[in-house]
């Protein structure tokens, strides 16, 4: 290695070279400064919102807030967003582009983000050129999301409600044929009200006999009643216990359909989006101080190669 470099350390040559050095990040400066200004770097605000999910059911092993930030990071979501603010003609991206999805959603993703808190909630963060449109697209985020899981919910709630109402159709049919079936039989046989008719028409019969009065009607009508008392019996048992389940399921299928038909919010908010009055991108305090530095360090190689080569032809 040169003795020159190994003997001279950058601080002497930082203050042999201290005027060069001092235009270079003088330039430095000024042209970060004019890079850097609205002119060629857009400002961005930002809208942030800290949400907590609420009212909705476990679907895995996943809390309610990875759940949420699932649901959030959804290509639904995305693509409610990209209609409803028009993100393509909003950031200058054109349907005729050759990679124009990869593009947008790029962007999209670059711009809306979604990060677990500490204490399990949810915060949103919007970066936009138009801070309206950032605090916008923060509460509609919210709004999306209520309204995605909300249709999740009723996906699920909707096989529930189809599945007991179909079981509720199907007992009250069975129901009409039992009953229809049990009137049968008072029709046809005089069959009615079991244990009382039994006992009723037994007392009537042998009071009949021991008195020596004419029974064959009364004693056809016993036999219809001792012949067909087990089926009847059966049939009202069946009536019991598919009116008993009727009962059950159409409790069921009205809890299903209140939960069909409710109109609920699936997050609170606890920190609600602003329209920031202060331009969050580009920082242009360190955009200069990091272009300043580099420069310098550059310039400081540059002078390094000139010293030495300087002194290469001094020996």
């Known amino acids: 290695m040169n003795p020159y470099l190994n003997n001279k350390t950058l601080l002497e040559l930082a203050l042999k070279w201290k005027y060069h050095l001092g235009v270079i990040a003088l330039i430095a400066g000024v042209i970060s400064i004019v890079l850097s200004s609205p002119i060629f770097l857009r400002p961005k605000y930002k809208s942030t919102s800290i949400i907590y999910p609420v009212n909705i059911k476990e679907y895995s092993k996943e809390s309610y807030t990875e759940q949420m930030l699932e649901i959030l990071n959804s290509g639904d979501i995305r693509d409610e967003m990209i209609k409803a603010f028009k993100l393509d003609e909003h950031y200058r991206i054109s349907p005729q582009y050759q990679f124009y999805r990869t593009a947008l ?11 677990k808190t500490e204490n399990e909630a949810v915060k949103i963060t919007v970066l936009d050129t138009d801070p309206i449109i950032a605090c ?8 999306f999301y ?5 249709s999740l919910h009723r996906l699920k709630v909707v096989e529930e409600y189809n599945i007991r109402k179909n079981e509720l159709t199907r007992l009250q049919k069975e129901m009409d044929s039992l009953s229809n079936a049990l009137g049968d039989l008072g029709r046809k ?19 009949a006999i021991g008195n020596g009065r004419d029974v064959t009607k009364l004693k056809e009508y016993f036999d ?10 059966s049939l009202m048992l069946r009536v019991e216990g598919a009116s008993t389940q009727v009962v059950k399921i159409k409790e069921l299928c009205d809890d299903a359909y209140r939960e069909l038909t409710k109109t609920i919010t699936y997050s609170v908010v606890v920190t609600p989006p602003y329209v920031s009055d202060k331009k969050d991108w580009p920082k242009r305090s360190i955009i200069v ?12 190689v540059v002078i390094g190669v000139i010293e030495n080569r300087n002194n290469t032809k001094s020996l």
């Open 105 to 115: 959603y790029g962007k999209y993703a670059e711009e809306v983000t979604f990060r």
């Open 136 to 143: 916008a697209m923060v509460d509609s985020l919210r709004r």
């Open 146 to 150: 209520d309204k995605k899981v909300q």
């Open 189 to 207: 046989y005089g069959v009615m009200e079991i244990t009382g008719q039994s006992e009723g028409i037994s007392t009537a019969y042998f009071t």
């Open 224 to 233: 219809n009643v001792a012949a067909k008392s087990p089926e009847a019996r």
């Open 289 to 300: 101080l990091m272009s300043v530095i580099f420069t310098l360090m550059m310039a400081m």
